[in-house]
Each structure stands twice: as C-alpha cells, then as structure tokens.
C-alpha cells in the first residue's frame, strides 16, 4: 500500500446558514487534480443539484459560482473521509481511510437540518460516524452521482434527490 497515493479531501463549503450538507465519500482524480469538488463531467452532481435547485444551468456556470449558488441555497459540501489510499476513483480501492468527525462539524452548523450521503460508501462510513445523533439531523442516503453508477438512469437519481428540496424551504 505505500505506493499507493494518498488522496487528501477538501475543505469544507459551508456556512451558518447551510441547511443541507451533501456528503461524498472522497473526491476522485479529476477533482483533486482540478481542486474543485464532482470535476468530472461524467459525475451528474452539479446537473442533478441543478435541477433539485431549479438552477438548471448551475453545471455549466463557473465553478465559484457554483459554489456561490449553493450557498444562497443553503447546500453546503464536505467529504465523510479526510484521506486515504487509493487508486484512481472508485470507492471501491479506498484503503486507510481517516475518517472526518462528522457529528463535531455538523454541531457547528446551527441552521442543519439533513445531512445528505451521495452514494454507498459515503453512506456506511458517515452513518457510522454519526451513530447516536441521529435524532439531530434528518439522515438521507442518495444514490451516487457517479458516472460509474450508471446502472441507475439520471430520472430515478433525480427522482430521489429531489427529497433534499423539502428541507431546503
């Protein structure tokens, strides 16, 4: 494992009045070779958020102004996994992982209302994290927008995403 890269997440993209916090697992090559989160244009990420938000042009805006976007809609973005050992992007070669402590960051968040998972691993690994505050924050696994989990049709991804839009209101 030791020529394995470590892969180092972001910081977080929050503020006071973020409501909802999307959590992936870690960010992939092209996003860590770009510095921006879901980089890859293959990720429906910034297409899916884009229509939850009614931005429907959020994926082809600037990256900054995406960002700026999601907080005016009080959608923040974080990682559930600070670093890691990994081969290329899928979740599936993640080794070594430390973890984030989700609970102590969510706490400073004091207009959170749902911490959101995109997809599996960010799922198992930030539940585990959170065990025990569940009754603090509505808990939500979405399915990932990864272009690897393509056996799901964009509909159903965001037939589901669209569940973040009542804790937005």
């Known amino acids: 494992m030791a020529d394995t890269p470590l892969k180092t997440a972001f910081a977080p993209v929050t503020?006071?009045?973020?409501?909802?916090l999307l959590l992936g697992s870690l960010p992939g090559e092209k996003s860590l070779a770009a510095g921006e989160y879901y980089a890859n244009r293959g990720n429906a990420f910034w297409w899916l958020l884009g229509e939850v938000?009614?931005?429907q042009d959020l994926a082809a805006a600037p990256y900054a102004e995406r960002l700026a976007r999601l907080r005016r809609h009080h959608v923040g973005l974080w990682d559930v996994i600070e670093s890691a050992r990994r081969q290329g992007s899928l979740d599936t070669a993640i080794r070594e992982a430390r973890h984030r402590d989700l609970a102590a960051f969510a706490a400073t968040l004091p207009s959170l209302r749902l911490i959101a998972f995109n997809g599996g691993k960010a799922a198992r690994d930030g539940r585990r994290q959170l065990a025990g505050n569940e009754s603090r924050w509505a808990l939500l696994?979405?399915?990932s927008s990864s272009g690897a989990h393509a056996s799901l049709p964009r509909a159903a991804k965001l037939a589901a995403w669209r569940q973040i839009e009542g804790y937005l209101r």
Do not use: I, K, N
């Not at 503020?15 to 909802?20: G, K, M």
């Open 141 to 143: 696994d979405l399915p």
């Open 53 to 55: 938000l009614a931005e």
């Open 15 to 20: 503020d006071a009045d973020t409501r909802v």
